[in-house]
């Protein structure tokens, strides 16, 4: 086993290094601590693992993206949604039968406890959909105590909670949505497929071409490895919490506009970019300004260093999504012009911030007729079977400990209390 040697205070410690199935190698720090007293800092864990993975593998650099070792650009064009969430949890493609039965699963799986319905139809009309989504979800908890202990749950069990969730967080996010419109909800029907389905409970028509390109969109959005969502997931797993609990964790994580929410302030920058008259040029220039809070919302990444692969299927896709559509929106114009100006601007490039997943992702939602505040909910339902695999892969790993990083303290040294009158 290969080693690296830490030298502290003039002592060596030899530390393993592990190596990944794709050539990434860390050094095992497990027993530093203990042998040094000394502890590593990471701000923002963006250079330290939490966990050995073989769900998803992304190089960054590169701009590479693995489901269970199947490239993304092959399972966006070749697999479906509902296979891919199968492949993350189970591991392999599934065969045809084993399909069948998922898919059945999911289907009969949409609908909702009376209690769920009346949480839901109690938020007001002008709550954010990811506060419904995220409540109903953890309130599931409560109408499925069979569920809530993690330690009795078999793989049977496992299953079916991933096609229930996978069902109900369809008819949960619609009903609120229906809600909002002041219009009745509308019930899940089995003999549509998944993304008709969803398209049916919003209302729309469930065009068998639009269904497809909001698959290929939840492909792309399925998992991501260790994002913050996931991790969020994660670490409220490794308490042994309920599985409610760990994904509500993950939406509302997700909801933050550094991370999924961008989504949503994608669209929102493009339409003020619109309102100034569509010159790009001022978002660019606040973007790099210091003393600015503005973000070019849906460029860079923790991680890509690189185009996110999925962002340019999602921009290849908005061509024949808006032409199928007939739409013409000149948001996509302004994106495109925004792109390529800051692929020229030498702060961007000098910091290698490319579109990510989020940059076009808002388009093709809003041809689709998917109102801006719903965007956020849609990566929650794509990223759902995601958050559910690395939570049963936390679960079922035999070194899983409960997640309690450490800190280095910089408040005041030992005081004593003072009396008030003497303050
Ligand atoms: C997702 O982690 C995942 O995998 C997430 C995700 C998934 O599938 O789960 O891919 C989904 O969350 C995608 C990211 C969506 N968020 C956004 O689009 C929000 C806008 N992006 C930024 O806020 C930012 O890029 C982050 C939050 C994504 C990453 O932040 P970091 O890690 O601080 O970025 P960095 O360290 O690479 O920044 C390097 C420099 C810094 O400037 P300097 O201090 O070097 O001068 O680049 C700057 C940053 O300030 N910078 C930006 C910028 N992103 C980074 N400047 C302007 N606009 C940006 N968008």
Redesign the pocket.
């Known amino acids: 086993m290969a080693s690296a040697k830490i030298v502290i205070d003039g002592k060596t410690y030899e530390v393993p290094i592990i190596e990944g199935t794709e050539g990434e190698r860390a050094i095992d720090i497990s027993k530093l601590r203990a042998e040094s007293k000394v502890i590593t800092y990471d701000n923002?864990f963006?250079n330290t693992g939490s966990c050995q993975s073989a769900v998803t593998f992304?190089n960054g650099e590169k701009g590479i993206l693995h489901y269970r070792g199947y490239p993304i650009e092959q399972l966006a064009e070749k697999s479906t949604f509902v296979e891919c969430s199968y492949l993350l949890n189970y591991g392999e493609l599934p065969k045809k039968s084993e399909l069948r039965k998922f898919d059945k699963a999911i289907r009969s799986s949409g609908k909702i406890p009376k209690g769920i319905k009346d949480i839901i139809d109690s938020f007001p009309k002008k709550a954010h959909p990811m506060a419904v989504c995220s409540s109903s979800m953890v309130a599931l908890s409560g109408f499925y105590p069979e569920l809530n202990d993690v330690l009795e749950l078999d793989d049977k069990k496992k299953m079916s909670i991933i096609t229930q969730l996978m069902g109900q967080i369809l008819t949960m996010s619609t009903r609120f949505y229906r809600n909002s419109q002041g219009k009745a909800p509308r019930n899940p029907k089995e003999d549509l497929d998944y993304c008709s389905n969803f398209l049916y409970m919003m209302g729309m028509k469930p065009d068998p071409e639009l269904a497809k390109a909001l698959d290929t969109l939840l492909i792309l959005?399925a998992?991501?490895?260790?994002?913050?969502?996931?991790s969020t997931a994660r670490v409220i797993g490794s308490a042994h919490a309920n599985v409610f609990a760990s994904i509500s964790g993950g939406i509302d994580a997700?909801w933050?506009?550094?991370?999924?929410?961008?989504?949503q302030?994608?669209l929102e920058m493009l339409e003020q970019i619109q309102k100034d008259g569509g010159d790009s040029k001022k978002a660019l220039q606040r973007?790099?300004n210091?003393e600015d809070s503005?973000?070019?919302?849906?460029?860079?990444?923790?991680?890509?260093?690189n185009f996110?692969p999925?962002a340019k299927i999602i921009k290849k896709a908005c061509d024949t999504v808006l032409s199928k559509l007939g739409v013409k929106d000149p948001l996509l114009d302004i994106a495109r012009a925004l792109e390529e100006e800051a692929l020229k601007d030498p702060?961007?490039v000098e910091?290698?911030?490319y579109p990510?997943?989020?940059?076009y992702s808002g388009i093709i939602y809003r041809a689709l007729g998917i109102p801006t505040n719903m965007f956020t909910v849609m990566?929650a339902i794509g990223?759902l079977p995601g958050w559910l695999s690395q939570w049963k892969e936390m679960l079922e790993f035999k070194g899983t400990k409960i997640v309690r990083p450490r800190q280095i303290y910089v408040g005041e040294n030992h005081r004593d209390y003072l009396d008030i009158k003497k303050r």
């Open positions: 923002g963006g992304l959005h998992d991501h490895e260790q994002n913050c969502s996931a997700l933050g506009p550094l991370h999924g929410g961008a989504n302030a994608v973007a790099k210091k503005f973000r070019l919302m849906g460029f860079g990444h923790r991680v890509y260093k996110d999925r702060y961007f910091r290698k911030l990510n997943v989020d940059f990566f990223r």
